[in-house]
């Protein structure tokens, strides 16, 4: 019997042993850089730099969380590119909370050839407040002096950020993802009519959606603090 006892104890010691091999940084920072382009009442619209900084509390090593800080250039319009003559250019700032899911957090990727090389890729979702600052506008039209463009210069909307991306992972020596290497699509819908500054009736101009942009951008994230235990391997 005491035997028995002995081989359990030490079994058990073996098997948290080899689950404690798969560890990962609870919390991480990171940036991106890339290209926006707004959707907006303006005919032509302009595609412009812009950059983030993230803090990430990783749940898991394939599901973080982000609070990210964005800022950039929207722009769009022009006296010939639009048929009203109508331009804007909103240096704005976007702060917003969201997740990202990785197909590696819900599939059995071990073994899988297939799978092991699709476990990066994650979709996400978020919500946030972007601040608008339309720091160039055309508010009077060329054509008709005695209309004005409605609309405002400084505003804040609702942002609700749409998250598509592959995730490169950089292990240590110790198989723990230290540095990760994302590249990243997102679809911001803002639901309101003030990221280009216009908002005019629908009776006078033609106007499908509410305004919205996209971020096309490379990033890097570097994790650090207290490891955590994973139920499967991450590499």
């Known amino acids: ?28 920072i990171g940036g991106s850089v890339g290209m926006v382009r707004p959707y907006s009442d ?12 993230d ?3 990783n749940y898991s090593p394939y599901l ?11 722009a769009g319009g022009g006296a010939t590119a639009d048929p009203y003559g109508r331009f804007f250019v909103n240096d704005y700032l976007a702060l917003d909370l969201h997740g990202d899911l990785q197909l ?20 996400g979702i978020g919500v946030g407040a972007m601040f608008n600052n339309l720091t160039s506008i055309q508010r ?15 505003s804040v909307s ?22 990760s290497i994302n590249l990243n699509y997102t679809h911001y819908l803002t639901f309101a009519e003030s990221l280009d500054g216009y908002d005019d009736p629908s009776s006078k101009f033609k106007n ?26 991450i590499r």
Request: glycine share 6%; charged share 20%; hydrophobic share 40%.
């Open 208 to 233: 499908n959606a509410q305004d919205m942009y996209r971020y096309i951008s490379v990033g890097v994230k570097l994790n650090f603090g207290n490891t955590r235990q994973y139920f499967k391997p």
């Open 158 to 179: 609702i942002l609700v950020p749409l998250r598509w991306g592959y995730e490169f992972k950089v292990f240590n020596y110790y198989d723990v993802p230290i540095i």
């Open 104 to 123: 590696g957090e819900v599939v059995d990727f071990q073994g899988n050839f297939l799978l092991e090389r699709l476990k990066g890729f994650y979709s």
């Open 42 to 53: 303006t005919r032509i619209n302009d595609t412009q730099r812009a950059f983030a900084l």
């Open 55 to 57: 803090l990430f509390w």
């Open 1 to 28: 019997m005491k035997n028995i006892f002995i081989t359990l104890v030490l079994f058990s010691a073996v098997s948290f042993s080899a689950q404690a091999q798969y560890e990962f940084p609870e919390w991480g």
């Open 64 to 74: 973080p969380f982000s609070f990210e800080a964005q800022t950039g250039r929207l």
């Open 140 to 154: 009077v039209d060329p054509t008709n002096s005695t209309y004005i463009f409605p609309g405002k210069e400084k």
